[in-house]
């Protein structure tokens, strides 16, 4: 690791990923300095403890010598939050850590970018490539050679096979499937449960055929 | 743990789901003093050695001082079966032991209630609650601060995302996926493979799509 | 393990799947001679250092008392190529080695035929049969007493559920979902993404609605 990997860490968003991220941290005894999170965030215990701060430039009194950020926002489709918060702390020279749950299963032969979060019990296999700032959720599987763009949030459960390509603020919902060699352009999104079987052009959406739900007997 | 997890077991069940648990409680050393089922058992290498009563009052023979029970019955749709057998044992004053598999992912700030089972690999994320008597069975992802009611059985491969709440007697068929912050209601069955978006009612149904089944050429 | 599993092993094949292999298999420590492959495999660093030959014949210089194999390649639906490899090798005289991932979950009461290969995060429960040269992908789950046939592909991240059986060469697409107690005849190919409630007949296949692409907002 390089040695910004032992500075302290300030984490950004107080939500349920923020959460899971502050869960992984603690349980690898990295120093957590604070949260900052405009609401209340008491009522996760996960956080007891740990400094509460209320606004964005509240970190500002900790200089990008002294600590690295986690951005703990939870990237929902179309949404540009998570990104302009980091664009914004990057040019003021702060750096985002790149976070790993022991339980992920990622192939020494991966390539992950900085500030890459990999969650519990998510497979990254041989020759994949995982682009900076990427979530990839828990249970995900990205298969070997696949390439994930910057800003990706590939949700729990999902699964990309082998050599897809992603471009940049590619959401991949839970549970969904995207079969071998398929190519997502920029701010695709791909459904929850979804199964995409072809390329997907830029902004573009893929929903999966609707559940439908009934009363009766089974 | 308290002392009651360190008495001997008499599991109720002999079938495919019994064998599972067996599975799990034989690999951690606990004492399995015997397997109750109306059917032969012998055919599963993994119950060989173990004692094998035909009905379930036979356990009567055991006090509820002196064993602790495990309830092998893998809950149905609809069914009743495992809550009637597990509300009569329980008024006789008998406990259910927490299974769980070594393999499983919970978060230390998770929260499960007693007579709860969670296979291998299944993942448990911070700020969940899982309720007593629930079945989080192999591989299934329980996202961050979702609860699952009392008697639940969420089956292998599923993925509940963030803030969902289920009440009792909720079935999450295999290799569903139910997206963030839904609710369903009490004995809801939501079908295997299906992708649910929306509040379900009490005992409705969620189908998904069908697939076809066709002959011919790739 | 039998003798043979420590004899240094060629690996037939140098794309994505022999380099998921290879790297379980690095991993593990084990003795890698050759990979053989008409194609370059350079741009893989999972295979530097690894003697490249081009051509199956090559692996005839290694006689069947001195190694075992490997076969690398991927089986997709209706393909033999992977079949017949084998059967040309087996004639010979030559082995198939069984490759387990560390983090493949297998039940102690599963049973694994020769030649199967088992992939990170995969899930095998008791009671489970896996024929010979299956091929169970990352992160697929093999559910309680379920009978895999030989040559099968179970695709990552699928579910096969309790009690199902499935004949030879069939094939599993990624994130499918086989619900309990079906069963699959030879040659059958269910789709990525596709809930299999029936049974299949031989080289039937198993298509999900297919997701749909739009344009627009969300």
Redesign the interface.
């Known amino acids: 690791m390089s040695s910004h990997n032992l500075k302290p860490l300030i984490i950004i968003g107080g939500g349920?990923?923020a959460?899971?991220l502050?869960?992984i941290l603690?349980?690898q005894d990295r120093e957590i300095l604070a949260v900052v999170s405009p609401d209340d965030i008491a009522h996760?215990?996960?956080f007891i403890g740990i400094k509460h701060l209320k606004n964005d430039d509240d970190l500002l009194a900790y200089t990008p010598n002294e600590v690295v950020l986690v951005n703990g926002i939870?990237m929902m489709?179309?949404s540009k939050i998570k990104r302009k918060i980091n664009e914004k702390f990057l040019s003021l020279g702060y750096r985002f850590e790149t976070v790993i749950a022991d339980?992920a299963?990622i192939?020494?032969?991966a390539s992950l970018g900085e500030g890459v979060q990999v969650l519990?019990?998510a497979?990254i296999?041989?020759?994949a490539v995982i682009g900076e700032y990427a979530i990839i959720n828990?249970?995900a599987?990205i298969?070997?050679?696949t390439q994930i763009g910057c800003y990706n949030h590939i949700?729990?459960?999902?699964?990309i096979?082998?050599?897809c390509v992603t471009k940049e603020d590619v959401f991949v919902?839970?549970?969904?499937?995207v079969?071998q060699s398929v190519n997502i352009a920029e701010q695709a999104?791909v459904?929850?449960?979804?199964?995409?079987?072809?390329n997907?052009?830029a902004?573009?959406?893929?929903?999966?055929?609707?559940?439908?739900?009934?009363?009766?007997d089974?």
């Not at 902004?203 to 009766?216: E, H, L, N, V």
């Open positions: 349920g990923h959460s899971v502050v869960d603690r349980s996760r215990s996960v939870g489709p179309r339980s299963i192939s020494e032969y519990p019990g497979i296999q041989a020759g828990s249970g599987i298969e070997h050679d949700a729990p459960g999902s699964v096979c082998g050599q919902g839970a549970g969904a499937t079969i999104f459904a929850a449960g979804a199964t995409l079987t072809t997907m052009p902004s573009s959406i893929c929903y999966p055929s609707r559940a439908q739900i009934t009363q009766g089974l």
